[in-house]
């Protein structure tokens, strides 16, 4: 017979695969029509020079995909069902898509573009990043402990797979750094581990707020929390923050949900006073509301010790208290925790099951051992000294060049400066200076002071930030 | 003075700390009302013989706290604005919480409770646990591999923060593996690294789904994707599945979105054929709607290669393909993939950005080595043989305890059976045997068929299957 097809014996692709490709390729275009009696596997073997079980393999796939059909005693076929025009089958890396726009949900509309942080051009100095200093983190500690758990990871992962609220070394670790750190109120049962506190966020919005319901934020405020809230159809309801921190008396009655930022207001970097911290837990007993308490970055305070959380001062059933490891270790790690009232842990466990299932594990196993053996609290003794000495640089640099054209606002906390500067065109000085700047108005829902800027100090020394803000005075 | 506070020098806590917690406690209590004057650092120094230091830290932390006010020249006084009955604040592990049930969304409480699945007690034999053997997976060149990540992470994790798709050398590992195993048609650049396919179906409704609009699944299908949409606010339309897969024809004209199974159909386990994907495309096609393909265990068929994903036959504009790590290595691992269309991998990875900003960056590291070194098609190589050991072990025990009194659906792929017994009390048969088993009541949004289980073999035994089978037949 005339073999109705080709192989190649030089390619490294196996000839029974070549085959079927060939013949799927050829019913697909139309060589071979419905109803069209196939070659034996004993002819199409002698033509093609093969062995039948190689032909018998092709086959075999092709009847199990649809593309022939066999009838014991009567041959092969070409299957009569074939649509007539159907596309071609070889995978490449083109993609064919018709150019209609998707339509989308009104979620993920609302949710807008991601901010664009785009990295800075070389020579630019970049004071608007975020995050901690990578290079000062004790990665052969980390290491080591990661290791370790690699060398035990079977029965670890048995454990995980039990463990839906998280990995329960590592939930008892954190409640008693918690509690020990933070004054926080809790025990293992209210943690429950998250993939960092953008998830916690997310999920705190799915398991509380419905659409239409009431939200209220600090203004200014997190853009990160404030667009799942909005995107999740929540009503925004802003209240103003001054020296003391939220203006409690502020909040609208009607609201379900209070996202706040007590330990270091985002963004201005004030603490909440104790008398509203009061006023607040009263506000939401009175109204059964939520309060999300955001302590991002609360173990960096330079003057005095951290401020306990507002979970641990009053009724913890009315507080969701979200914490992350992205600021005192590092993001990539994608570890944070929520702590919740008792009523509220199984409903959070069933979203986050339904959300991912759970947190990886080997990184929950060595974070376990990281805090229990206090390297993460070493880590962020050390942390707090660096941080401390950037600040005061920044501080220093701002103050010998811009004087009292500089305000700055906010505590001796955190990994950033919010100023305010009195010169009006700050913002097109810093792009001829080469310096990156980043303006708070992405954390304002109403209108943003002119010239008010997020100034990162946690990544970059002493140096480089005077050296940036020398730029700046020009 | 008398000390009106007392410190112990046996306890661990530092002194400056004692003081604070002491001051604190009372003030709350009401021992030390507001306005009344403190006294002095220098008198209370004397009194407790400690540095004056020591008690300048612990009013510091007061005044930064809200308990006490200063008045330069004046002294130091307890604040006035306290409120008069303040809980206590010392934390322990004791939460204190109203009994109030809490108020849910509507999101949470469609999820329902997560579907119970407790550890069999000893002795008992379970035919019903999901997921692959950890015991024969090459943890050592996967530790070798984390290893290597491990000592150069600080530039991975640069490099990680910028590839909000997923680190973008899994991106190109896993595009190219599944253009080589699985026939999809695409680049890194389709590609978004999701924690597991259950999140990647979470997005695929957060993304494509509105409250009130049309989804299709199949009947019978996998819950945890039902459960999902129809917490989304979906109205789900099933579609029966007979020995070809879904009868597309049944599905309705205005659903804006299919979820299906076509390479093994959850499940029954049979493939879609040929004409149905064609069919399927035609019908997205047609109504703009978008195909959901759950390729979820398609690397496990015994008979013939695996059939090409029904992502690379058509139009890829309208198919989002998903895939997982869980089952082809474990799922402690927690990634999984997404295949998208051009114009929605934007929105994707927006979703993704606000629902847990990205997957952690070490395993991702790891894993693109393990694909790409060839390690991941060793491992599904030698588990197709060791599963398919099992599944035959698993037939021959049926065929052998059961005849024609079992009937076993499906083809012959994946990680467990289904199993119609024609046994009216099978069920308490199996209690009372020790065995555990699960049915198929929670795969269908009608009424279940009876006596129709799903059986695992991928973790257990020749011995073990066969042992689980005597026991059933009693």
Known sequence: MRTPIAIDRRRQRPLHRQIYEEWRRGILAGRFGPGERMPSTRELAAALRVSRATVTAAYEQLVAEGYLEGHRGSGTFVSQELPDRAPGLVATSTVRASSAPARLSAFVERLGPIPLREPSPAGVLDLSAAGP????????????LVRRHLRRIGPGLRRHAEDRAGYEPLREAIASYLRRSRAVRCSA?????????????????????????????????????????????ARLRPAAVDADGLLVAALP?????AYVTPSHQFPIGVSLSLARRLDLLAWARARRAFIIEDDYDSEFRYVGAPLPALQGLGDQSRVVYVGTLSNAMFPGLRIGYVVLPPALVEPFVRAK???????????????????????????????????????????????????????????????????????????????????????????????????EFILRFSDLGGRALGEGVRRLAG
Do not use: K
């Open 253 to 257: 009655p009607s609201s379900r949900v």
């Open 189 to 233: 049962d209210h943690v429950v581990i998250v993939s960092g506190s953008q998830q916690a966020l997310d999920l705190c919005a799915r398991v509380l707020v419905d659409s239409g319901d009431e939200v209220a934020v600090e203004e200014p405020g997190y853009p990160g929390a404030r667009q799942l809230f909005a995107a999740a159809g």
């Open 133 to 144: 200093d990578h290079d000062l983190f004790p990665f052969a500690a980390w290491g080591r």
């Open 353 to 451: 099951w339904y959300a991912d299932r759970q947190t990886a594990y080997l990184e929950q196993a060595a974070l376990a051992d990281f805090i229990g053996e206090g390297h993460l609290e070493q880590h962020v003794r050390r942390m707090r000294r660096v941080y401390r000495a950037r600040r005061q640089a920044l501080l220093d640099a701002l103050d010998r060049c811009f004087g009292s054209r500089a305000t700055v606002l906010g505590d001796a906390a955190g990994m950033h400066l919010v100023v305010r500067f009195d010169v009006p065109d700050i913002a097109s000085r810093a792009r001829r200076a080469g310096v990156a700047l980043r303006d708070t108005r992405a954390c304002y829902l109403g209108e943003a002071p002119a010239n």
